[in-house]
């Protein structure tokens, strides 16, 4: 992924290498061995099981469990070996056990620091201690995490803190984290939510407050954070998770292509201006005018969109929580998005979420991509964009009525209630979401392309970063700091969100909706159709929910 | 048809008719249509995230390693270790579980055994989704969350009915003859179990196993949803690549490849087991 | 019927004092032999059934918990009456297990036919014909859905634009379902060919010596001696495979996530989306015991044709 990160790779791959070669060598010549004595036995040979015996002794050294599963299947072996027919077969799973622990022993061999952590700025805290275990949504930015934390940068700090990491693609983490919160199972000490759970879940007592710690602490620096940032994780004045990283939304373009058709992209387009330029730079084999994200999902398809009904001058609820999608502004924003895809997007973009629109980009497909600020970070890296980086612009999201969809997203570290280490959660979490941590990724990777940004004020301070993003800084801290997801939309709404509605509904309800709108952009259903299923779909959730009278 | 015969077919049985080289190149043509898909994925794993994207799909390139680099540096040996014991004890566990159930079925019945047996595999018809809260309020009070047990326990009961069903059909096989013969010496169920049966139907036996490892390796609703935190298996491995923010098809390949390969590297040379043992039941 | 049968099984002759003793010993063999097999089963799946059960009557919503309350048949009304996914994703279930149940047989049918001659590199034929059946579902449907699916980088549509003038469709979009059957039918056609294949290999070559002294083209020996022979084995096959495609979601879930709309919404798909997706337990359960119910209808209309066979023994 990062030219960088591989280089470190090889270092350290190369010195596992070293210490697997023995064990590797005798998994490899015991395999040999079973192989032999397969080849035997298929042809009826006499000392098959025998000669299998010979690693089953070896056994001993590895990790009992396995081991005692062999000693079951050799004594399968035995009770069966007046049986020509199967006996590869039984031969075969024996080897497997066999051979097997002893690639167990790779990983149990020395592990193998990566020289480069940054040293700790602090003395090692040895005060605290626990396990904790913490669940992050699988993005660039926690796996760098993740690495960091496996090469024992946080152990340098808190050496008796145990931090167990799972980390899932957002689909399934969001799933476990959820099942673990709502049912109160306790699993999780620290786990990474958006702004969209925050408030519901502080409600609830599920989290616990840690704004008050992260004041304290003089070295977090939490004046430091975004206040729009925090003002999404507040509840009733307290403050119950930390950002680790944070995004509005922008319009990502391809200078040489505007260049080439005599177009002009202003600084802060309108989405009429949007689809001119769309129609304008189309060519269905080559190009596509515009990539925008169709994928069925309330954080993916709806984001965008509900920034674009926002814009529009739309809502989905009014004041009495009476659904407003089939509405004139509504409505107009909705057939606008569907369309532009449907005419000027590439083919199927009712599959395309984040990454396809990603990837299609980096092939240089798209003309133009509204999406969230945090891919300026990846399309203007060069191992990760190289053909295309040279000819990337850069504009604000796009304005209707309102002069911004009022996008903002974070990532953020929260803990749960009943986490059983509280102190060590909290350690970690201010370590994760820290200046400090930004530093020491930055000097991991070598580069800023996994560095959490859009949290702190500071980060945009940082000459280093200035001179790597100085095309897209300016434009993703304005971003940032004029979305207003408070008040997200022209008419006034019951609830807050700006790419979405901060009701716990909203997950299904955002589901089903985005389906309706992603089988009219693919033509299975027209959109006055999908429109008022829509509408349908959202009054019902508002009337089983209880919040329509 | 009779036993004797049944013991002799095997998958050279046709050795008389050696089909026509058009027959050969179209079934070449058939296998590697179907294989291909399986193929790509092998050789994406080798390529570079752009070349995985590029079109025409790339047969020969420059092969790197750099995504098994990478893939490895999340460390995939626990993974595989939870699957290894998951399947392997699960796999166990049916099978003691399902020997004597199927024996009784087969050669001991009762009146309701056609019951029993449609009540075992409806058991299989539980959507996972359905159950998987209750299954979670019931594994959080019994402290089985994030374990290896938690799993050992569903894969098994997941297992179970096919068990039942492919054994009770090699069971079946055994010549009533013998069976009856060692019955009149007085053989008792155990010993009857143990000397005739199992040696009588060790490709079924190997079959059953092999079909149940198979599916327990492959699991993933129950695994993501109950022991992803603490014992994740091989699929949760894979699936670390599907990420939402990133583009790794390469990467994904590669996983994807590590954990496929050990199930298809024992499917392969078990294939003629599970040709002889899925069907046992409909020979006669 | 899950629930009845343990009555008439496991509970029925309890009586008292030193019941156990007794009735241990009135017990046929082969009704204490399925005794543990049976126990494990009743205590795993269906404990968590009667939950689901009861979980069914409740509205539960996990990120509402201050409104979780008794509701009745307040999630089946609802279901039934008031969501169109419900109906449909009848429909789909229906649509999407048949197809691939008999699309799987007639491939499997073919698979098998194919390797059942001799000719140079049959066991690698024959090798590679099964291996789709050993890749595991979450990397076979992503494989498919990123590399040969895709409508811009995709194999199959590359494929397609050699030949002159031919569409590249938008293959998840435009004929969801076809494709996810086409991804189920990958899968299990060399299931059905590991039966098949043994049933073929179970017709004596004296049997088929007969006809062709006859005369009898290969076809016609394919059809008079072989299809014939084979009818039980597709019974088994169909059964197996029945029992396994409909809870089969995993490329649902990876390839279309049931969509777009409900156009690939199964049954047990739907479950997912109300249980996890939605968080919604009760709805979640009240889908999954109809889901259950349903199957249960069907396997038993498709068990009656098996118990033909099972008469026979």
Not at chain 1, 10 to 17: E, I, Q, Y
Not at chain 1, 353 to 363: A, D, H, R, S
Not at chain 1, 493 to 509: A, D, H, K, S
Not at chain 3, 200 to 209: A, D, G, N, P
């Amino acid at each position: 992924m990062n030219e960088r990160t591989g280089k470190r790779n090889r270092v350290r791959s190369v010195a596992l290498g070293t210490f697997s070669l023995n064990r590797g060598a005798s998994a490899l010549s015991s395999g040999w061995a079973c192989a032999k004595v397969m080849a035997r036995s298929e042809k009826g040979g006499k000392n098959g099981p025998e000669a299998v015996v010979r690693p089953e002794r070896r056994g001993h050294q590895f990790d009992n469990t396995v081991s005692n599963t062999g000693s079951v299947l050799v004594v399968a072996i035995y009770s069966t070996r007046r049986v020509p027919m199967s006996r590869s077969s039984v031969a075969l799973i024996a080897c497997l056990v066999m051979v097997v622990p002893m690639l167990f022993g790779i990983a149990a061999g020395p592990r193998v620091h990566a020289q480069d952590a940054t040293p700790a700025a602090m003395a090692p805290n040895t005060d605290i201690s626990g396990t904790i275990d913490v669940g992050m949504v699988a993005n660039p930015q926690m796996v760098a995490l993740q690495e960091l934390v496996n090469a024992g940068a946080f152990n340098e700090l808190y050496p008796n803190i145990t931090v167990n990491l799972t980390v899932l693609p957002e689909n399934e983490i969001r799933q476990t984290i959820t099942q673990d919160v709502t049912t109160q199972s306790g699993q999780f000490d620290v786990f990474t939510i958006g702004p969209f759970e925050v408030p519901l879940w502080a409600e609830q007592d599920w989290l616990a407050e840690v704004g008050a710690d992260a004041a304290a602490d003089p070295n977090y620096a939490l004046d430091d954070v975004f206040e729009s940032m925090t003002a999404g994780l507040t509840y009733d004045d307290g403050l119950y998770a930390l950002p680790f990283y944070g995004e509005s939304a922008m319009l990502f373009y391809r200078t040489d292509l505007f260049a080439d058709a005599g177009l002009e992209m202003p600084e802060r387009p309108t989405w009429d201006q949007v689809a001119e330029f769309a129609a304008a730079l189309h060519s269905p084999d080559d190009v596509y005018g515009m990539c925008l994200r169709g994928l069925p999902g309330w954080g993916e398809q709806l984001a965008p969109l509900t920034t674009v009904i926002n814009a529009f001058g739309g809502r989905w609820f009014d004041e009495n929580w009476v659904a407003q999608l089939d509405s004139e502004e509504s409505a107009a924003a909705i057939r606008f998005y569907i369309e532009l895809l449907q005419n000027y997007g590439p083919p199927g973009s009712d599959q395309n979420g984040f990454t396809e629109n990603q990837t299609l980009f980096v092939q240089g497909r798209c003309a133009m991509w509204y999406d969230a600020t945090s891919a300026a970070e990846l399309l203007s890296d060069p191992a990760l964009n190289p053909d295309f980086n040279e000819q990337l612009g850069y504009a604000y999201g796009p304005s209707a009525e309102l002069p911004t969809g009022n996008w903002l997203w974070s990532w953020n570290f929260a803990m749960a209630a009943n986490s059983d280490a509280p102190d060590a959660a909290l350690a970690f979490m201010l370590w994760a979401t820290s200046r400090d941590y930004v530093d020491q990724i930055v000097a991991f990777d070598d580069g800023w392309g996994r560095a959490p940004t859009g949290a702190r004020a500071s980060v945009y301070d940082d000459p280093a970063y200035q001179e790597r993003a100085s095309d897209f800084a300016t434009i993703v801290l304005n971003s940032i700091n004029e979305a207003n997801p408070n008040q997200p939309t022209v008419d006034p709404v019951p609830y807050t969100g700006g790419q979405f509605v901060r009701i716990p509904e909203f997950q299904q309800l955002g589901d089903d909706v985005s389906r309706e709108f992603a089988a009219a952009i693919v033509g299975q259903t027209s959109v006055d159709d999908a429109i008022a299923s829509a509408n349908d779909l959202a009054n019902q959730t508002a009337i089983e929910g209880l919040y329509q009278e | 048809m009779a036993t004797s015969s049944r013991r002799r077919t095997r998958l050279t049985s046709r050795t008389k008719d050696r089909a026509s080289p058009a027959w050969a190149v179209m079934a070449w043509a058939v296998a590697l249509i179907a294989f291909f898909p399986v193929l790509n994925m092998v050789l994406t794993g080798f390529k570079t995230e752009v070349t995985a994207v590029s079109l025409p799909p790339q047969l020969i390139f420059w092969p790197t390693l750099e995504n098994y680099r990478e893939v490895l540096n999340i460390n995939f040996l626990p993974f595989f270790r939870n699957s290894l014991i998951a399947a392997l004890t699960s796999t166990a566990l049916v099978m003691v579980l399902a020997i004597p159930a199927a024996y009784g079925i087969a050669l001991r019945p009762t009146k309701q055994w056609k019951d029993v047996l449609f009540f075992f595999i409806s058991t299989r018809f539980l959507p996972p989704a359905g159950v998987i809260v209750p299954l979670f309020i019931i594994y959080r009070e019994a402290q089985l969350l994030g374990t290896i047990h938690g799993l050992i326990i569903l894969y098994t009961a997941m297992n179970l009915p096919i068990a039942i069903w492919m054994l009770r059909s090699f069971f079946e096989e055994v010549p009533r003859e013998i069976i009856d013969a060692a019955r009149v010496d007085g053989t008792g169920p155990w010993r009857e179990i143990t000397q005739i049966l199992l040696p009588m139907a060790v490709p079924g036996l190997v079959a059953t196993a092999f079909i149940s490892i198979i599916f327990a390796w492959n699991e993933f609703f129950f695994a993501v949803s109950l022991a992803a935190i603490g014992t994740a298996t091989v699929p949760i491995f894979l699936v670390r690549f599907v990420t939402s923010e990133g583009f790794f098809w390469a990467k994904l390949a590669a996983s994807s490849t590590m954990a496929v390969l050990p199930i298809v590297i024992v499917g392969w040379i078990a294939q003629r087991q599970l040709v002889r043992g899925l069907s046992m039941g409909a020979i006669k | 019927m899950a629930i009845a049968d343990l009555g008439t099984t496991a509970g029925a002759k309890t009586g008292r004092g030193g019941w156990l003793r007794q009735t241990v010993a009135n017990q046929p063999i082969g009704r204490l032999l399925l005794l543990p097999a049976l126990a494990y089963a009743i205590l795993v799946t269906q404990a968590p059934f009667l939950y689901t059960l009861w979980l069914s009557f409740e509205r539960w919503n996990l990120n509402r918990p201050n409104l979780r309350g008794f509701t009745g048949l307040g999630n089946y009304e609802l279901l039934l009456f008031r969501d169109p996914a419900f109906w449909q994703s009848i429909l789909n279930t229906f649509i999407i297990v048949v197809a691939a149940v008999v699309l799987s047989m007639a491939l499997g049918l073919f698979y098998a036919e194919l390797v059942n001659h001799k000719f140079l590199g049959r066991g690698v034929v024959r090798t590679m014909l099964i291996t789709p059946f050993l890749i595991m579902p979450v990397a076979a449907a992503l494989h498919w859905k990123n590399q040969m699916l895709n409508p811009i980088y995709g194999v199959v549509n590359w494929v397609l634009s050699i030949v002159p003038g031919s569409l590249s469709p938008n293959w998840l979009g435009t004929f969801p379902e076809q494709s996810i059957i086409v991804v189920l039918v990958w899968r299990w056609a060399p299931f059905m060919m590991l039966i098949l294949l043994a049933g073929m290999q179970s017709i004596s070559e004296e049997t088929r010596e007969a006809v062709r002294v006859d005369g009898a083209t290969a076809w016609r020996e394919f059809r008079d001696i072989t299809l014939p022979h084979l009818y039980r084995f597709f019974q088994l096959g169909g059964l197996l495979a029945t029992v396994f495609i409909v809870q089969e979601i995993d490329p649902i879930y990876m390839m279309t996530k049931g969509g777009p709309g409900n156009a690939t919404t199964t049954l047990p798909y739907l479950v997912y989306r109300k249980a996890i997706e939605g968080s919604n337990v009760g709805l979640g359960a009240a889908t999954g015991v109809i889901t259950v119910l349903l199957s249960i209808v069907a396997i038993t209309l498709l068990l009656r044709a098996l118990d033909r066979m099972l008469r026979e023994d």
